[in-house]
């Protein structure tokens, strides 16, 4: 069990540039979490996926960002025309499901600096 | 609905002495409560977390927490602290049961003065 992973660690990117991050969960973790962290705040919730199904995004989700989870393995979370304001850590957790706690698993996020 | 407030975005203590960190919740369900940490630029770790039986919850590096239903509240204590105990806390609540959306407070930054 390697924890859950997130690719990039950092990015960096112009207003108005496309981005992309990746988050692999846990194997076998059924459920997977994106959140968005600003400083000084605490983490706040972007959607939610059980296996490859997207079952609730935040109000916080516009029509700029974008989740997928095709295979219920990976997910991605795509930002277009990127703003000022996007620059946050985005967190990715993952959780079994199967249990009845369904703790999640943080990974270690990926920090957002929008130029 | 559910809600988390975390007393004091700041504390200080020193090495040795008891931590407190406050949390009141408020939740329209019986709720599941966490504690997680968080160090600089890294993802959040569990501590510790409630969900059914006992109200007194060990979690790691010492930490533990009372779940008190009269009182909505979830306190994080340790009885000395250590120098490696400085980093952001972040207390958290979700429904219990099924599909658990978590919902985190503000954080308390956790200063250990040696």
């Known amino acids: 069990d390697t924890g859950v992973s997130q690719d990039p660690r950092h990015k960096i990117t112009k207003r108005g540039q496309n981005v992309t991050f990746r988050c692999d969960p846990i194997s076998e973790h059924n459920r997977l979490y994106w959140y968005r962290q600003t400083l000084g705040q605490g983490p706040e919730f972007l959607t939610y996926?059980?296996?490859?199904?997207?079952?609730?995004k935040s109000r916080l989700l516009s029509d700029r960002f974008s989740a997928e989870r095709p295979k219920g393995s990976f997910s991605t979370l795509e930002i277009q025309r990127t703003e000022q304001g996007d620059s946050a850590m985005y967190l990715c957790?993952?959780?079994?499901?199967?249990?009845?706690?369904?703790?999640?698993?943080f990974g270690p996020g990926t920090r957002l600096t929008v130029l | 609905a559910q809600s988390v407030t975390q007393l004091g975005s700041h504390v200080s203590v020193s090495e040795g002495a008891l931590v407190l960190l406050r949390c009141n919740y408020s939740?329209?369900?019986?709720?599941?409560l966490f504690w997680y940490v968080q160090y600089p630029n890294q993802g959040l770790q569990l501590l510790l977390k409630y969900t059914t039986g006992a109200t007194l919850v060990k979690g790691i590096n010492g930490f533990e927490a009372e779940f008190k239903k009269s009182e909505t509240s979830f306190h994080l204590t340790k009885p000395s602290a250590h120098m490696s105990d400085a980093a952001e806390y972040f207390c958290?609540?979700?429904?219990?049961?099924?599909?658990?959306?978590?919902?985190f407070g503000t954080g308390t930054k956790l200063q250990v003065i040696p």
């Open positions: 996926f059980q296996n490859e199904a997207q079952l609730e």
């Open positions: 957790a993952s959780a079994d499901g199967g249990g009845s706690t369904d703790t999640q698993y």
């Open positions: 939740s329209s369900v019986p709720p599941y």
């Open positions: 958290a609540v979700s429904p219990s049961g099924g599909y658990q959306k978590v919902t």
